[in-house]
């Protein structure tokens, strides 16, 4: 099963990555989780990258390709991979194609945890932290017993510059942008698939796996 998954922060794709990748005993590919893995080990590409990131420019897609390529001929590819948070653009779509291309390996599906952005807004926005202990909290889900502070330590619940409001809309209006057109290109291919991610957990894994045709 090779997979790509899309969805907004916030909307619960992590979480459906870790259910899958459990389930199919296949590896979740994210560049972030590579760059790390080639910056620690001190790598030729790890090298490369870290000069682009050193300047707080985007690493190239063609280094990016690379990287991908290193990582998904390694053995524990072998029966699938789930693509987390990547391909993130037309050209590296376009890119990954070719390299599936090249290495005989074909896409299955391109799944999108739909959650509209009111929704996103509501949960991450409501979220707060306790300043002593890292507890959460929840507006809604999980309220305090003292309004603003911790129910643990009593310490003062904060909010974290991320889940502030307008950084949340910000973040959701970057990523519609930049994930649309992607969302055409595989829906063109007949690869997308569309799931609600309103709901529990399980539900929302139920309808992942009911589209994936295991279920
Ligand atoms: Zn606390």
Do not use: W
């Not at 991908?68 to 990547?86: E, M, T």
């Not at 707060?128 to 017993?145: A, L």
């Not at 619940?157 to 055409?184: A, C, F, G, N, S």
């Not at 690869?191 to 992942?208: C, F």
């Amino acid at each position: 099963m090779r997979l790509i998954l899309l969805g907004a922060p916030g909307a619960g794709k992590g979480t459906q990555a870790e259910m899958l990748t459990e389930l199919f005993h296949i590896p979740i590919i994210s560049t972030g989780n590579m760059f790390r893995a080639h910056l620690s080990q001190g790598t030729e590409l790890g090298i490369k990258a870290k000069t682009y990131m050193d300047e707080g420019k985007l690493v190239p897609d063609e280094l990016t390709i690379e990287i991908v390529k290193d990582r998904i001929v390694k053995d524990d590819c072998k029966n699938g991979i789930i693509f987390d948070g990547f391909p993130r653009t037309i050209a590296q779509a376009q890119a990954l194609d070719d390299l599936l291309k090249e290495l005989d390996i074909t896409l299955d599906k391109v799944i999108d945890v739909e959650v509209p952005d009111e929704e996103i807004v509501t949960r991450m926005s409501g979220r707060t932290v306790c300043s002593g202990c890292g507890t959460p909290y929840h507006n809604q889900f999980k309220i305090e017993k003292v309004k603003g502070s911790c129910d643990n330590c009593n310490s003062e619940l904060v909010q974290r510059d991320d889940d502030k409001e307008e950084t949340v809309k910000k973040r959701l209006k970057i990523y519609h942008e930049q994930t649309q057109p992607l969302i055409d290109y595989y829906n063109a291919q007949g690869k997308l698939v569309e799931i609600d991610g309103i709901g529990s957990v399980s539900s929302i894994n139920l309808r992942v796996k009911k589209a994936l045709g295991v279920e």
